[in-house]
């Protein structure tokens, strides 16, 4: 009969069990030295060796050729306990028995002695599926068993075990496994059974196992035809995601405002995904690591993706300015959640992906950040006409020169007084300093030989721009910008509605 590669390569001895180095050394040293516990609680997410460490540690105490704190394999015990002939290892699912009469019958077994071993081990696992009061009637014989008893508790969610349990128990918590272990044991099994696991493929894998290596080794098990190799492409297919390329070009899409290049996106993607949330999951993630590589000098350090991936990831992070990347997070997140609560999913689906490609379809701030991040980049915030030819203007008249001083060089904020102001404000971006740029959304530039001249009304405007730090980052993005040193001068406009005020006429009366 066909045994499926989890239990296949399940780790038979500590030294096998990956990636939980913290818990091995302790349990190896206690047996080793006979400083044994009554009760032991493993705790983490599946598949990270919680029962399989049980088992080994089962064996570790019953051996009688163990060196070092593992068991041989070998001896009777060993033997005896792997192929479960022996009845003083008892293994229980507190899924199936939950009830207070299964733990008094189990108290009932605990004052006979093993009848082939040094210690009977009880191992029972999702023990927080235990009732009350079936953790009621463990507690006094959990504190103290008979000294020929050892439990070992194990469980997915330490938060539903009662206080009074884990005061009793050594409590050890399992980590998650990175994908490079994961991806590792993969490669490792592949060859063990003779067939070719491509590196692209076991990385994938590794990534949705989400640190769990039974779910690598069951996806593996899927995926493997007889000796044919397993390749990037028929993981992705078997399995049913999109790659990387693809999740990275539809969010290139909802950045372009390409509706319909997205919804086609979305009727593809609907053939490999069983649902629409696992595809928001993906793309939430691919937002993720743009995120990341947005925010971050080093994004290598706390991304999952080889050389290749990462550049491009890097690339379109500069493009999509980071409140975009929010918006559409927060969209998809709670896509996510709407999806679980509504009948038509595909309708739903297309309306979130026609939100990400359409800012101004969101009231909240997210999307207010948004709109105003993409008028920043000089990206036009929806498929604009052709501009008409412009018109030519009449020619003005010539107006005193005391008239041309007082007044300023451009009236409006659109910086046609600075040819140069959209590319400093984009150089101030990729600087750093985003901070500034809130403070010259009411600026009026205008250059005069070698001074670039910043007007407002806003008086706490000039305040803030007028320190050393942010005059001398508006002088080196003017140089940058248009190549040329200019000395930044600060100027306090009038107001229009200040020369307008008829309680002026009063006060000169």
Request: aromatic share 6%.
């Amino acid at each position: 009969m066909y045994q499926a590669l989890y239990r296949k390569y399940r780790p038979l001895t500590f030294s096998d069990v990956l990636g939980q180095e913290h818990i091995v050394k302790t349990l190896r040293a206690q047996i080793a030295d006979g400083n044994i516990s009554h009760a032991y609680l493993f705790c983490g997410t599946r598949g990270t060796g919680k029962t399989s460490c049980a088992k080994i540690l089962a064996r570790a105490v019953n051996c009688s050729n163990g060196a070092e704190g593992d068991p041989c394999n070998a001896c009777p015990q060993c033997q005896g306990i792997l192929n479960e002939s022996t009845m003083d290892v008892v293994e229980i699912d507190a899924a199936t028995n939950t009830g207070v009469g299964d733990v008094r019958e189990l108290r009932e077994e605990l004052i006979y002695a093993p009848a082939a071993v040094k210690y009977r081990v009880y191992i029972i696992d999702e023990v927080h599926m235990l009732s009350n009061q079936a953790f009621n009637a463990l507690l006094k014989t959990l504190e103290e068993p008979p000294s020929h008893v050892i439990f070992v508790l194990a469980t997915t969610e330490i938060h539903k075990i009662p206080a009074t349990i884990l005061s009793r128990c050594q409590r050890f918590d399992f980590k998650r496994l990175t994908p490079e272990l994961i991806a590792k044991r993969l490669s490792y099994v592949a060859e063990r059974e003779g067939f070719l696991l491509e590196p692209e493929a076991a990385a994938l894998l590794a990534r949705l196992a989400d640190g769990a290596m039974r779910d690598g080794l069951s996806l593996l098990d899927r995926c493997r035809s007889g000796s044919e190799p397993v390749t990037l492409e028929r993981v992705e297919q078997i399995v049913g995601v999109c790659s990387s390329d693809q999740l990275l070009g539809a969010v290139r899409l909802a950045w372009n405002r390409d509706a319909s290049g997205l919804l086609k996106f979305y009727k593809n993607a609907r053939e490999r995904y069983a649902g629409p949330a696992q595809l928001f999951a993906d793309l939430s993630s691919v937002l993720r690591d743009l995120l990341v590589c947005s925010v971050t000098e080093h994004p290598e350090e706390l991304m999952e993706c080889d050389e290749r991936e990462l550049q491009q990831k890097i690339a379109l992070s500069r493009e999509l300015p980071t409140a975009c990347v929010m918006r559409m997070m927060r969209t998809l997140q709670n896509g996510i959640w709407e999806l679980s609560r509504t009948a038509d999913k595909g309708l739903l689906a297309e309306m979130i992906l026609i939100s990400l490609c359409r800012e101004e379809l969101g009231e909240d701030m997210a999307s207010l950040s948004a709109r105003i991040a993409r008028l920043e980049r000089g990206v036009p915030p929806m498929a604009a006409a052709p501009a008409p030819a412009p018109v030519p203007e009449p020619p003005k008249a010539e107006r005193p020169a005391s008239v041309e001083a007082t007044k300023p060089a451009v009236e409006t904020g659109t910086g046609e007084g600075c040819p140069f102001w959209d590319e400093m404000k984009l150089t101030l971006q990729d600087m750093g300093h985003t901070n500034l740029l809130g403070f010259l959304l009411d600026i009026t530039p205008s250059v005069q030989g070698d001074r670039l001249i910043l007007s407002t009304e806003q008086s706490f405007c000039l305040t803030f721009l007028d320190q050393p730090e942010p005059k001398k980052a508006l002088a080196d993005a003017a140089l940058q910008a248009s190549g040329k040193a200019y000395t930044v001068v600060l100027k306090e406009a009038v107001s229009t509605l200040a020369k307008d005020d008829p309680l002026n006429e009063l006060e000169e009366l």
